[in-house]
């Protein structure tokens, strides 16, 4: 049943990524924070790829490289959910967007989330599990509890979204991050890994929802 469900979160991601380049495409944009969100959704298609994949190529050297990827682009991908939150900000003008301080600050935030999701990488020894019909590989050092990494940039959406609600009355940003939060912080009895990943797509979904409300409209597309 999870090999399935890792198979659709796949599709779904695959939808979701070609419907964002789609919409750069129109907007006849080479780059733009959205282009964040576009990685980060790639990233999860791999992710969701390797895992539901990992009974057929089976225990060994190949799969657990590709487990270990799937960390690695984690680290440096999710990060850059932060830079993607920072442009939401922009286009409604909140306060503190205008700050000469405010861009290096969600910068190098970003950046050293990325160094520091690098360094805990190197020292992390990844172990085979097989669980609800799902074979792959996990770090032996894992606390059980979200990361550092994903409780900051978690914090800075959440923060984002609430003012995206309060300027726009827009509410589903903010209702993506609480599921979001809610489902990594309360255990589920539920006999599956692949249902709690659930959350985590629903999260993705309303901030590619949020980007296509706030995004200016290019006199092109009119």
Known sequence: MDTILYFCYSIVYMILFIMGMALLRQDRKLFSYSSFLLLVTFGLIVDNLIIASGKFIGDGPLLKSLNALRFWSHGFITPTLILFGWG????????????????????????????????????????????????????????????????????????????????TRWIWMLLGVIVMIVGSAIPIPIESSAVINAFELIFLCSLWLTNYKLEPRSPYTK
Do not use: C, D, Q
Request: no cysteine; glycine share 4%.
């Open 88 to 167: 939401m900000a922009k286009r409604i003008h909140i306060p503190f967007t205008k700050k000469t301080i405010a861009p290096y600050f969600f910068l190098f935030l970003t950046a050293g989330l990325i160094i520091y999701e690098f360094i805990e990488n190197m020292h992390k020894t990844f172990v085979p599990i097989y669980e609800y019909g799902v074979l792959r590989y996990v770090s032996e050092e894992s606390s059980g509890g979200p990361p550092l990494m994903v409780l900051i940039v978690t914090f800075i959406l959440f923060v984002i979204s609430i003012y995206i609600f309060i300027r």
